[in-house]
Protein backbone atom coordinates (compact mmCIF):
# COMPACT_ATOMS: atom_id res chain seq x y z
CA UNK A 1 0.00 0.00 0.00
CA UNK A 2 1.50 3.72 -1.09
CA UNK A 3 -0.57 6.79 0.53
CA UNK A 4 0.32 10.19 -1.29
CA UNK A 5 -1.09 13.60 -0.15
CA UNK A 6 -1.17 15.79 -3.01
CA UNK A 7 -3.17 19.05 -3.64
CA UNK A 8 -4.29 17.63 -7.08
CA UNK A 9 -7.37 15.50 -7.44
CA UNK A 10 -5.37 13.22 -10.09
CA UNK A 11 -1.99 12.10 -9.04
CA UNK A 12 0.72 10.72 -11.20
CA UNK A 13 3.80 12.03 -9.81
CA UNK A 14 4.96 8.74 -8.16
CA UNK A 15 8.54 9.69 -7.78
CA UNK A 16 8.23 12.63 -5.28
CA UNK A 17 8.88 11.24 -2.01
CA UNK A 18 7.54 14.01 -0.20
CA UNK A 19 4.39 13.07 -1.13
CA UNK A 20 4.32 9.43 0.05
CA UNK A 21 3.72 9.90 3.46
CA UNK A 22 2.95 5.74 4.11
CA UNK A 23 3.79 2.44 2.55
CA UNK A 24 3.13 -0.60 3.69
CA UNK A 25 4.16 -4.43 3.02
CA UNK A 26 2.78 -7.58 3.28
CA UNK A 27 -0.70 -6.49 3.78
CA UNK A 28 -2.89 -9.78 3.87
CA UNK A 29 -6.88 -9.27 1.67
CA UNK A 30 -9.80 -10.88 3.49
CA UNK A 31 -7.78 -12.64 6.38
CA UNK A 32 -8.57 -11.48 9.94
CA UNK A 33 -6.17 -10.77 12.49
CA UNK A 34 -4.18 -8.53 14.21
CA UNK A 35 -1.63 -8.20 11.24
CA UNK A 36 -4.70 -7.20 8.85
CA UNK A 37 -4.59 -3.70 10.11
CA UNK A 38 -2.11 -0.69 10.54
CA UNK A 39 -2.19 2.45 11.82
CA UNK A 40 0.35 5.43 11.45
CA UNK A 41 -0.09 9.36 12.69
CA UNK A 42 1.87 11.80 11.89
CA UNK A 43 1.64 15.65 11.55
CA UNK A 44 1.69 17.80 8.26
CA UNK A 45 1.90 20.83 7.65
CA UNK A 46 -0.45 23.08 5.12
CA UNK A 47 0.79 25.46 2.45
CA UNK A 48 -0.83 28.43 2.60
CA UNK A 49 -2.45 27.17 -0.37
CA UNK A 50 -4.77 24.84 1.69
CA UNK A 51 -4.92 27.68 4.54
CA UNK A 52 -6.87 29.57 1.62
CA UNK A 53 -9.77 27.16 1.35
CA UNK A 54 -7.40 24.77 -0.40
CA UNK A 55 -8.46 20.87 -0.96
CA UNK A 56 -5.45 18.46 0.05
CA UNK A 57 -6.46 14.69 -0.92
CA UNK A 58 -4.92 11.50 0.13
CA UNK A 59 -4.05 8.98 -3.09
CA UNK A 60 -4.04 5.22 -2.06
CA UNK A 61 -2.79 2.94 -4.05
CA UNK A 62 -2.92 -1.24 -3.76
CA UNK A 63 -0.55 -3.07 -5.64
CA UNK A 64 0.22 -7.39 -5.54
CA UNK A 65 3.34 -7.96 -3.77
CA UNK A 66 6.28 -7.25 -6.39
CA UNK A 67 4.67 -4.96 -8.24
CA UNK A 68 4.25 -0.98 -8.23
CA UNK A 69 1.70 1.34 -9.01
CA UNK A 70 4.07 3.54 -11.28
CA UNK A 71 3.05 3.05 -14.71
CA UNK A 72 6.61 4.38 -15.90
CA UNK A 73 8.14 1.43 -13.56
CA UNK A 74 9.07 -1.63 -16.47
CA UNK A 75 7.42 -3.87 -13.81
CA UNK A 76 4.01 -2.33 -13.66
CA UNK A 77 1.05 -4.33 -14.56
CA UNK A 78 -2.78 -2.77 -14.97
CA UNK A 79 -4.20 -5.50 -13.80
CA UNK A 80 -2.47 -5.58 -10.14
CA UNK A 81 -2.95 -2.32 -9.26
CA UNK A 82 -5.99 -0.14 -8.27
CA UNK A 83 -6.41 2.54 -6.44
CA UNK A 84 -8.46 5.35 -5.03
CA UNK A 85 -8.53 9.20 -4.43
CA UNK A 86 -10.47 10.80 -1.14
CA UNK A 87 -10.48 14.40 0.00
CA UNK A 88 -9.02 15.02 3.61
CA UNK A 89 -10.52 18.13 3.72
CA UNK A 90 -14.55 18.94 3.58
CA UNK A 91 -16.47 22.02 3.35
CA UNK A 92 -19.47 23.70 5.37
CA UNK A 93 -21.42 26.91 4.76
CA UNK A 94 -20.46 29.57 7.67
CA UNK A 95 -23.75 31.46 8.59
CA UNK A 96 -23.30 35.56 7.30
CA UNK A 97 -22.04 38.30 9.58
CA UNK A 98 -25.19 39.94 11.13
CA UNK A 99 -27.61 36.95 11.18
CA UNK A 100 -27.78 37.99 15.24
CA UNK A 101 -27.04 41.25 16.64
CA UNK A 102 -27.20 42.96 19.92
CA UNK A 103 -30.80 44.87 20.34
CA UNK A 104 -29.35 47.84 22.28
CA UNK A 105 -26.35 48.59 20.30
CA UNK A 106 -22.76 47.53 21.24
CA UNK A 107 -23.62 45.22 24.62
CA UNK A 108 -21.47 45.15 27.74
CA UNK A 109 -20.31 41.51 27.74
CA UNK A 110 -18.41 41.84 24.51
CA UNK A 111 -15.22 42.43 23.52
CA UNK A 112 -15.62 44.62 20.79
CA UNK A 113 -18.06 47.58 20.34
CA UNK A 114 -19.21 46.81 17.20
CA UNK A 115 -23.16 46.32 16.85
CA UNK A 116 -22.82 43.27 14.64
CA UNK A 117 -20.86 40.58 15.60
CA UNK A 118 -20.43 37.48 13.61
CA UNK A 119 -22.25 34.06 15.10
CA UNK A 120 -20.69 30.55 12.99
CA UNK A 121 -23.59 27.84 13.48
CA UNK A 122 -22.30 24.73 10.97
CA UNK A 123 -25.68 23.21 11.77
CA UNK A 124 -28.13 25.64 10.76
CA UNK A 125 -27.38 27.80 7.74
CA UNK A 126 -29.58 30.71 6.27
CA UNK A 127 -29.34 30.22 2.87
CA UNK A 128 -32.47 32.40 1.86
CA UNK A 129 -30.21 35.44 2.74
CA UNK A 130 -29.41 37.49 -0.61
CA UNK A 131 -25.44 37.64 -1.79
CA UNK A 132 -22.85 34.46 -1.31
CA UNK A 133 -22.53 32.20 0.93
CA UNK A 134 -18.60 32.05 2.45
CA UNK A 135 -17.52 28.45 2.82
CA UNK A 136 -15.39 27.26 5.52
CA UNK A 137 -12.76 23.90 5.27
CA UNK A 138 -12.55 21.46 8.16
CA UNK A 139 -9.68 19.15 8.12
CA UNK A 140 -10.25 15.18 8.78
CA UNK A 141 -8.12 14.31 11.64
CA UNK A 142 -8.78 10.43 10.67
CA UNK A 143 -9.01 8.41 7.62
CA UNK A 144 -9.83 4.81 7.63
CA UNK A 145 -9.34 2.67 4.62
CA UNK A 146 -11.12 -0.28 4.64
CA UNK A 147 -10.73 -3.08 1.74
CA UNK A 148 -13.99 -4.79 1.59
CA UNK A 149 -14.30 -8.80 1.83
CA UNK A 150 -16.56 -8.95 -0.97
CA UNK A 151 -16.05 -12.31 -3.38
CA UNK A 152 -19.77 -12.11 -4.52
CA UNK A 153 -20.31 -12.80 -8.50
CA UNK A 154 -22.47 -10.46 -9.90
CA UNK A 155 -24.87 -10.71 -13.13
CA UNK A 156 -23.66 -8.44 -15.84
CA UNK A 157 -25.84 -4.86 -15.20
CA UNK A 158 -26.88 -6.84 -12.22
CA UNK A 159 -24.81 -5.06 -9.45
CA UNK A 160 -26.83 -3.15 -6.83
CA UNK A 161 -27.82 0.52 -6.84
CA UNK A 162 -25.49 0.86 -3.79
CA UNK A 163 -22.73 -1.07 -4.61
CA UNK A 164 -22.17 0.27 -8.01
CA UNK A 165 -20.92 3.30 -7.26
CA UNK A 166 -18.11 1.78 -5.27
CA UNK A 167 -16.84 -1.02 -7.59
CA UNK A 168 -14.18 -0.64 -9.94
CA UNK A 169 -14.73 -2.82 -13.01
CA UNK A 170 -11.73 -3.46 -15.43
CA UNK A 171 -13.43 -3.52 -18.68
CA UNK A 172 -11.32 -6.25 -20.85
CA UNK A 173 -12.28 -8.61 -18.27
CA UNK A 174 -15.38 -7.91 -16.67
CA UNK A 175 -13.53 -8.57 -13.29
CA UNK A 176 -13.79 -6.16 -10.25
CA UNK A 177 -11.04 -5.20 -7.86
CA UNK A 178 -11.09 -5.59 -4.41
CA UNK A 179 -12.94 -2.37 -3.33
CA UNK A 180 -11.58 0.12 -1.26
CA UNK A 181 -13.92 2.13 1.23
CA UNK A 182 -13.06 5.41 3.37
CA UNK A 183 -14.83 4.53 6.03
CA UNK A 184 -15.95 8.30 7.53
CA UNK A 185 -19.13 6.68 9.34
CA UNK A 186 -17.67 7.61 12.54
CA UNK A 187 -16.38 10.96 12.02
CA UNK A 188 -18.11 13.52 14.16
CA UNK A 189 -18.79 16.77 13.14
CA UNK A 190 -17.32 18.30 15.83
CA UNK A 191 -14.05 16.02 15.54
CA UNK A 192 -12.85 18.25 12.37
CA UNK A 193 -10.62 21.59 12.72
CA UNK A 194 -10.83 24.12 11.13
CA UNK A 195 -8.48 25.68 8.84
CA UNK A 196 -7.37 29.10 8.74
CA UNK A 197 -4.27 31.43 8.43
CA UNK A 198 -2.91 30.91 12.15
CA UNK A 199 -3.24 26.72 11.36
CA UNK A 200 0.53 25.94 11.28
CA UNK A 201 0.44 22.13 11.83
CA UNK A 202 -2.62 19.04 11.25
CA UNK A 203 -2.44 15.99 12.40
CA UNK A 204 -3.46 13.17 10.59
CA UNK A 205 -4.23 9.51 11.88
CA UNK A 206 -4.03 6.93 8.73
CA UNK A 207 -5.74 3.24 9.03
CA UNK A 208 -6.02 0.47 7.17
CA UNK A 209 -7.81 -2.46 7.95
CA UNK A 210 -10.41 -5.19 6.66
CA UNK A 211 -13.90 -5.07 6.77
CA UNK A 212 -17.16 -7.51 6.22
CA UNK A 213 -19.66 -6.79 3.36
CA UNK A 214 -22.54 -7.11 5.99
CA UNK A 215 -21.16 -4.67 7.56
CA UNK A 216 -19.88 -2.22 4.98
CA UNK A 217 -23.51 -2.71 3.45
CA UNK A 218 -24.64 -1.78 7.07
CA UNK A 219 -22.76 1.78 6.95
CA UNK A 220 -23.94 2.10 3.67
CA UNK A 221 -27.61 1.79 4.12
CA UNK A 222 -27.88 3.18 7.52
CA UNK A 223 -25.57 6.74 5.77
CA UNK A 224 -28.13 6.74 2.77
CA UNK A 225 -31.39 6.26 5.77
CA UNK A 226 -30.04 9.69 7.54
CA UNK A 227 -29.69 11.49 4.00
CA UNK A 228 -33.52 10.68 3.53
CA UNK A 229 -34.37 11.80 6.86
CA UNK A 230 -32.52 15.18 6.70
CA UNK A 231 -33.88 15.75 2.90
CA UNK A 232 -37.51 15.19 3.57
CA UNK A 233 -37.21 17.41 6.88
CA UNK A 234 -37.39 14.92 9.68
CA UNK A 235 -33.85 15.01 11.08
CA UNK A 236 -31.44 18.23 11.61
CA UNK A 237 -27.62 17.89 10.62
CA UNK A 238 -26.28 17.45 13.74
CA UNK A 239 -28.86 14.81 15.04
CA UNK A 240 -26.85 12.09 13.21
CA UNK A 241 -24.10 12.59 15.40
CA UNK A 242 -25.95 12.56 18.24
CA UNK A 243 -27.38 8.89 17.59
CA UNK A 244 -23.41 7.95 16.92
CA UNK A 245 -22.33 9.91 19.83
CA UNK A 246 -24.58 7.20 21.84
CA UNK A 247 -22.72 4.13 20.15
CA UNK A 248 -19.48 5.70 20.59
CA UNK A 249 -18.81 6.99 24.09
CA UNK A 250 -21.71 4.90 25.88
CA UNK A 251 -21.45 1.72 27.42
CA UNK A 252 -22.67 -1.57 25.60
CA UNK A 253 -25.08 -2.38 28.79
CA UNK A 254 -25.72 1.22 28.99
CA UNK A 255 -26.80 1.48 26.08
CA UNK A 256 -29.23 -1.65 25.79
CA UNK A 257 -30.71 0.15 29.07
CA UNK A 258 -31.42 3.08 27.28
CA UNK A 259 -32.86 1.25 24.32
CA UNK A 260 -35.42 -0.58 27.09
CA UNK A 261 -36.50 2.75 28.91
CA UNK A 262 -36.63 4.55 25.34
CA UNK A 263 -38.95 2.16 24.38
CA UNK A 264 -40.90 2.41 28.37
CA UNK A 265 -40.88 6.06 27.88
CA UNK A 266 -42.76 5.79 24.69
CA UNK A 267 -45.13 3.49 26.07
CA UNK A 268 -46.09 5.28 28.94
CA UNK A 269 -45.88 8.67 27.24
CA UNK A 270 -48.68 7.25 24.88
CA UNK A 271 -50.86 6.18 27.85
CA UNK A 272 -50.50 9.37 29.53
CA UNK A 273 -51.69 11.03 26.53
CA UNK A 274 -54.74 8.86 26.38
CA UNK A 275 -55.88 8.75 29.71
CA UNK A 276 -55.52 12.72 29.63
CA UNK A 277 -57.52 12.66 27.09
CA UNK A 278 -59.91 10.57 28.72
CA UNK A 279 -60.29 12.55 32.04
CA UNK A 280 -61.03 15.76 30.38
CA UNK A 281 -63.62 13.90 27.84
CA UNK A 282 -65.33 12.49 30.97
CA UNK A 283 -64.92 15.20 33.59
CA UNK A 284 -68.24 17.19 34.92
CA UNK A 285 -67.22 18.92 37.55
CA UNK A 286 -63.85 21.61 38.08
CA UNK A 287 -64.42 21.39 41.60
CA UNK A 288 -60.70 21.01 42.92
CA UNK A 289 -58.84 21.60 39.70
CA UNK A 290 -57.02 24.24 38.79
CA UNK A 291 -58.22 25.76 35.35
CA UNK A 292 -55.62 28.94 35.51
CA UNK A 293 -53.45 25.86 35.30
CA UNK A 294 -54.97 24.63 32.19
CA UNK A 295 -55.13 28.20 30.88
CA UNK A 296 -51.06 28.64 31.85
CA UNK A 297 -50.41 25.51 29.92
CA UNK A 298 -52.33 26.34 26.77
CA UNK A 299 -50.05 29.67 26.66
CA UNK A 300 -46.55 28.04 27.50
CA UNK A 301 -47.46 25.19 24.56
CA UNK A 302 -48.44 28.27 22.56
CA UNK A 303 -45.40 30.14 23.40
CA UNK A 304 -43.19 26.72 22.16
CA UNK A 305 -44.37 26.54 19.18
CA UNK A 306 -44.21 29.78 18.08
CA UNK A 307 -40.70 29.99 19.37
CA UNK A 308 -40.10 26.84 17.47
CA UNK A 309 -41.79 27.75 14.03
CA UNK A 310 -39.61 30.99 14.33
CA UNK A 311 -36.49 28.89 14.47
CA UNK A 312 -36.35 26.73 11.59
CA UNK A 313 -37.02 23.18 13.64
CA UNK A 314 -38.22 20.01 11.57
CA UNK A 315 -41.26 19.36 10.76
CA UNK A 316 -42.32 16.24 12.75
CA UNK A 317 -41.31 18.73 15.90
CA UNK A 318 -43.49 21.08 14.81
CA UNK A 319 -45.96 18.76 14.22
CA UNK A 320 -45.73 17.22 17.66
CA UNK A 321 -45.90 20.66 19.40
CA UNK A 322 -48.49 22.05 17.50
CA UNK A 323 -50.96 19.00 18.28
CA UNK A 324 -50.52 19.31 22.19
CA UNK A 325 -51.04 23.00 21.29
CA UNK A 326 -54.73 21.94 20.15
CA UNK A 327 -54.93 19.87 22.73
CA UNK A 328 -54.59 22.21 25.67
CA UNK A 329 -56.78 24.78 23.64
CA UNK A 330 -59.59 21.84 23.66
CA UNK A 331 -59.08 21.36 27.86
CA UNK A 332 -59.99 25.11 28.32
CA UNK A 333 -63.26 24.31 26.94
CA UNK A 334 -63.64 21.34 28.75
CA UNK A 335 -62.19 23.30 31.94
CA UNK A 336 -64.31 26.83 31.31
CA UNK A 337 -67.14 27.74 28.88
CA UNK A 338 -65.98 29.10 26.09
CA UNK A 339 -68.44 31.75 23.75
CA UNK A 340 -68.34 33.53 21.10
CA UNK A 341 -68.92 37.74 21.78
CA UNK A 342 -70.74 39.24 18.51
CA UNK A 343 -71.57 42.62 20.43
CA UNK A 344 -68.82 44.41 18.70
CA UNK A 345 -67.60 44.57 15.19
CA UNK A 346 -65.27 42.16 15.51
CA UNK A 347 -66.09 38.42 17.01
CA UNK A 348 -64.39 37.69 20.10
CA UNK A 349 -63.88 34.33 22.45
CA UNK A 350 -64.96 35.06 26.00
CA UNK A 351 -64.19 32.11 28.61
CA UNK A 352 -66.43 31.93 31.81
CA UNK A 353 -66.00 29.93 34.55
CA UNK A 354 -67.95 26.84 35.25
CA UNK A 355 -70.34 26.45 37.49
CA UNK A 356 -68.53 23.70 39.65
CA UNK A 357 -65.51 25.92 39.72
CA UNK A 358 -66.32 29.01 40.97
CA UNK A 359 -69.59 27.82 43.09
CA UNK A 360 -66.92 26.51 45.38
CA UNK A 361 -64.51 27.15 47.56
CA UNK A 362 -61.70 25.85 44.32
CA UNK A 363 -62.10 29.33 42.86
CA UNK A 364 -61.12 31.54 45.51
CA UNK A 365 -57.83 28.93 46.56
CA UNK A 366 -56.77 28.96 42.50
CA UNK A 367 -57.21 32.82 42.33
CA UNK A 368 -54.71 33.06 45.50
CA UNK A 369 -52.52 30.46 44.37
CA UNK A 370 -52.20 32.51 40.85
CA UNK A 371 -52.02 36.02 42.59
CA UNK A 372 -48.35 34.97 44.67
CA UNK A 373 -46.77 32.68 42.24
CA UNK A 374 -47.76 35.05 39.64
CA UNK A 375 -45.45 38.10 41.31
CA UNK A 376 -42.79 35.24 41.23
CA UNK A 377 -42.98 34.67 37.80
CA UNK A 378 -43.14 37.83 37.01
CA UNK A 379 -40.05 38.86 38.73
CA UNK A 380 -38.09 35.80 37.06
CA UNK A 381 -39.59 36.70 33.86
CA UNK A 382 -38.72 39.98 34.00
CA UNK A 383 -35.04 39.93 34.91
CA UNK A 384 -34.64 37.25 32.42
CA UNK A 385 -35.45 38.82 29.71
CA UNK A 386 -33.06 42.03 30.45
CA UNK A 387 -30.51 39.71 30.98
CA UNK A 388 -31.02 38.23 27.42
CA UNK A 389 -31.52 41.70 25.96
CA UNK A 390 -27.99 43.32 27.16
CA UNK A 391 -25.66 40.10 26.99
CA UNK A 392 -27.23 37.82 24.16
CA UNK A 393 -27.67 38.81 20.48
CA UNK A 394 -31.15 37.99 18.84
CA UNK A 395 -32.48 38.50 14.90
CA UNK A 396 -35.04 40.71 15.39
CA UNK A 397 -36.70 42.08 18.60
CA UNK A 398 -39.79 39.45 17.95
CA UNK A 399 -37.25 36.65 17.90
CA UNK A 400 -36.12 38.32 21.85
CA UNK A 401 -40.10 38.24 22.84
CA UNK A 402 -40.51 34.61 22.13
CA UNK A 403 -36.65 33.54 23.12
CA UNK A 404 -37.54 35.88 26.57
CA UNK A 405 -40.54 33.47 27.42
CA UNK A 406 -39.61 30.58 26.02
CA UNK A 407 -36.73 30.28 28.55
CA UNK A 408 -39.41 31.41 31.07
CA UNK A 409 -41.48 28.33 30.06
CA UNK A 410 -38.13 26.20 30.60
CA UNK A 411 -37.16 27.68 33.81
CA UNK A 412 -40.07 28.61 35.63
CA UNK A 413 -42.21 25.87 34.04
CA UNK A 414 -42.89 24.03 37.40
CA UNK A 415 -44.62 26.98 38.71
CA UNK A 416 -48.05 26.38 36.99
CA UNK A 417 -48.55 22.52 38.69
CA UNK A 418 -47.84 24.88 42.21
CA UNK A 419 -52.07 26.36 42.25
CA UNK A 420 -53.02 22.26 41.96
CA UNK A 421 -50.73 21.61 45.12
CA UNK A 422 -52.21 24.62 46.97
CA UNK A 423 -55.90 23.98 46.18
CA UNK A 424 -55.16 20.28 46.82
CA UNK A 425 -53.75 21.68 50.77
CA UNK A 426 -56.84 23.69 51.15
CA UNK A 427 -59.35 21.38 50.73
CA UNK A 428 -57.59 18.44 52.45
CA UNK A 429 -57.95 15.92 49.39
CA UNK A 430 -56.79 14.56 46.19
CA UNK A 431 -59.84 13.05 44.62
CA UNK A 432 -60.66 14.88 41.61
CA UNK A 433 -56.92 14.56 40.29
CA UNK A 434 -56.49 11.99 37.29
CA UNK A 435 -54.26 9.95 38.62
CA UNK A 436 -53.70 7.09 36.12
CA UNK A 437 -52.48 9.84 33.74
CA UNK A 438 -50.12 11.14 36.92
CA UNK A 439 -48.70 7.53 37.06
CA UNK A 440 -47.88 7.44 33.65
CA UNK A 441 -46.19 10.90 33.95
CA UNK A 442 -44.17 9.92 37.43
CA UNK A 443 -43.00 7.01 35.54
CA UNK A 444 -41.34 8.88 32.12
CA UNK A 445 -39.84 11.37 34.96
CA UNK A 446 -38.09 8.13 36.54
CA UNK A 447 -37.07 7.41 33.17
CA UNK A 448 -36.27 11.08 32.31
CA UNK A 449 -33.72 11.20 35.53
CA UNK A 450 -32.09 8.31 33.58
CA UNK A 451 -31.73 9.74 30.41
CA UNK A 452 -30.10 13.23 32.29
CA UNK A 453 -27.23 11.32 33.35
CA UNK A 454 -26.75 9.20 30.34
CA UNK A 455 -27.96 11.61 27.22
CA UNK A 456 -25.74 14.91 26.57
CA UNK A 457 -27.72 17.53 27.63
CA UNK A 458 -27.73 21.38 28.72
CA UNK A 459 -27.16 21.52 32.60
CA UNK A 460 -30.39 23.57 32.25
CA UNK A 461 -32.73 21.19 31.01
CA UNK A 462 -30.64 18.47 33.54
CA UNK A 463 -31.79 20.61 36.23
CA UNK A 464 -35.65 20.64 35.15
CA UNK A 465 -35.80 17.01 35.24
CA UNK A 466 -35.12 16.84 38.54
CA UNK A 467 -37.45 19.91 39.80
CA UNK A 468 -40.30 17.20 38.18
CA UNK A 469 -39.31 15.22 40.60
CA UNK A 470 -40.22 17.56 43.48
CA UNK A 471 -43.23 18.39 42.14
CA UNK A 472 -44.58 14.61 41.64
CA UNK A 473 -43.25 13.93 45.09
CA UNK A 474 -45.28 16.29 46.62
CA UNK A 475 -48.09 15.28 45.05
CA UNK A 476 -47.49 11.37 46.21
CA UNK A 477 -47.01 12.95 49.67
CA UNK A 478 -50.47 14.50 49.18
CA UNK A 479 -51.65 10.72 48.35
CA UNK A 480 -50.89 9.97 51.50
CA UNK A 481 -51.89 12.72 53.66
CA UNK A 482 -55.33 12.99 52.54
CA UNK A 483 -57.31 9.48 51.79
CA UNK A 484 -59.73 9.13 49.15
CA UNK A 485 -63.13 10.41 50.67
CA UNK A 486 -65.97 8.44 49.10
CA UNK A 487 -68.42 11.14 49.81
CA UNK A 488 -66.53 14.04 47.23
CA UNK A 489 -67.54 13.85 43.87
CA UNK A 490 -64.82 11.94 41.39
CA UNK A 491 -63.67 12.75 38.16
CA UNK A 492 -66.69 11.30 36.27
CA UNK A 493 -69.26 13.64 38.44
CA UNK A 494 -70.35 11.09 40.31
CA UNK A 495 -70.22 10.65 44.42
CA UNK A 496 -68.81 7.52 45.97
CA UNK A 497 -71.33 6.44 48.34
CA UNK A 498 -74.67 4.37 46.86
CA UNK A 499 -77.23 7.02 47.90
CA UNK A 500 -80.32 7.44 45.68
CA UNK A 501 -80.49 11.17 46.86
CA UNK A 502 -77.70 11.87 46.47
CA UNK A 503 -76.70 10.32 43.17
CA UNK A 504 -80.23 12.05 41.62
CA UNK A 505 -79.29 14.77 42.70
CA UNK A 506 -75.56 14.97 41.02
CA UNK A 507 -76.75 13.74 38.18
CA UNK A 508 -79.23 16.45 37.64
CA UNK A 509 -77.07 18.61 38.51
CA UNK A 510 -74.87 17.36 35.88
CA UNK A 511 -77.36 18.07 33.28
CA UNK A 512 -78.16 21.22 33.99
CA UNK A 513 -74.26 22.19 33.74
CA UNK A 514 -74.23 20.49 30.56
CA UNK A 515 -77.57 22.35 29.23
CA UNK A 516 -76.11 25.33 30.09
CA UNK A 517 -72.65 24.37 28.75
CA UNK A 518 -75.16 23.72 25.26
Not at 59 to 66: M, N, T, Y
Not at 157 to 171: Q, R, T
Not at 197 to 221: H, R
Amino acid sequence: MWVYLSEHERFNDFGDEGALVWHENGIPYAVWGQESSRSLSFKYYPSEALKQNGTLYAHVFFARSGYTPDPNDPEFQPLATFGRAHPIVMYFPKSKAGKRRSLLGSSEGSDTGETLKEVIDDDQVDLKDDGPVEWVSYWKPNVTVNLVDDFTRYAHNGVPPNIAPYLNVEPSTGNYYPTIFFNDFWLLRDKLVQINGTVDELVLNLEVAPISMTKWQLFLQIDQSFQIHRSYGSMLEGEADELKRVFLEGNLYLLAVTMVVSLLHSVFDMLAFKNDIQFWNKNKSMEGLSAKSVIVSFISQLIIFLYLLDNDTSWMILASSGIGCCIEFWKIGKAMHIEIDRSGRIPMLRFRDRESYSGNKTKEYDDLAMKYLSYVLFFLAACSSVYSLMYEQHKSWYSWILSSLTSCVYMFGFIMMCPQLFINYKLKSVAHLPWRQMTYKFLNTIINDLFAFVIKMPTLHRLSVFRDDIIFLIYLYQRWKYPVDKKRINEFGFGGEENGGDEATNVNAIKDDDKKTN
